[in-house]
């Protein structure tokens, strides 16, 4: 089993909706992470959080709010998505920002789908 | 040039056979090196770090050769279970996350 969980699993939901997508983990980890990945392609990175501060915003969409309650917490809230925004979403924990020897922990994403 | 650059594959190997995948990364600067594994439809899985000695773990064998800028993964005796995409993955500088190649798929065949 994961330990970065991801709720929901599966997401449908209209592109005037508003829904969140959650991520939770409880390895101590001070850094967490929102990718988006498209089939067939690598991960792309959305968000940066470290020590629940936003440190890094990859230029992504103001209808994509992340927002992080607490050090074991990230949320990402969707609003007014398109189509194209379709996409697994993972969120993904490490140590901390700089020190990643380990790599990253990622969840098992939400298959997000915008009709 | 992409920062992380892979093999574009696919790769279709037999059962038991030795596959090898190669990686570039364009940064000297890069401090830390991963191959990870992503199964159709699920999240990237941590495989092994790469070390500059090299490391083995079971069939998986990784090398970096910072001189080059070029890191490998030999995969031997595969299994069917071996078949998903490869990802390298690179931490370009202390200050950067990790940056992902575009992954290699390999399918074993029985």
């Known amino acids: 089993d994961t330990e970065v969980t991801q709720t929901p699993k599966h997401l449908v939901m209209g592109m005037t909706n508003k829904k969140s997508l959650k991520c939770e983990q409880h390895m101590g980890h001070r850094a967490m992470y929102w990718y988006k990945q498209k089939a067939k392609k690598p991960p792309e990175l959305m968000f940066v959080?470290?020590?629940?501060?936003?440190?890094i915003n990859e230029s992504v969409p103001s209808r994509f709010s992340p927002e992080c309650p607490n050090s074991s917490l990230l949320n990402l809230h969707l609003h007014a998505l398109q189509p194209e925004d379709s996409a697994l979403y993972l969120c993904?924990?490490?140590?901390?920002?700089?020190?990643?020897?380990?790599?990253?922990?990622f969840g098992s994403g939400t298959r997000l789908t915008v009709v | 040039r992409k920062e992380v650059e892979q093999d574009p594959g696919p790769f279709n190997v037999p059962e038991g056979a030795t596959v090898a995948f190669n990686c570039t990364y364009s940064?000297?600067?890069?401090?830390?090196f991963f191959w990870y594994r992503q199964d159709c439809r699920k999240e990237p899985k941590l495989l092994m770090s790469v070390y500059s000695s090299g490391n083995e773990d079971g069939r998986f064998t990784a090398q970096l050769n910072r001189a080059s800028q070029y890191i490998s993964l030999l995969i031997r005796d595969s299994k069917l279970s071996d078949s998903a995409t490869y990802l390298c993955v690179v931490k370009p500088g202390s200050a950067r996350q990790l940056t992902f190649g575009s992954g290699t798929q390999l399918t074993v065949l029985p």
């Open positions: 959080y470290s020590y629940e501060k936003l440190s």
């Open positions: 940064n000297s600067a890069s401090q830390s």
């Open positions: 993904a924990s490490s140590q901390s920002e700089r020190e990643d020897s380990y790599g990253y922990t």
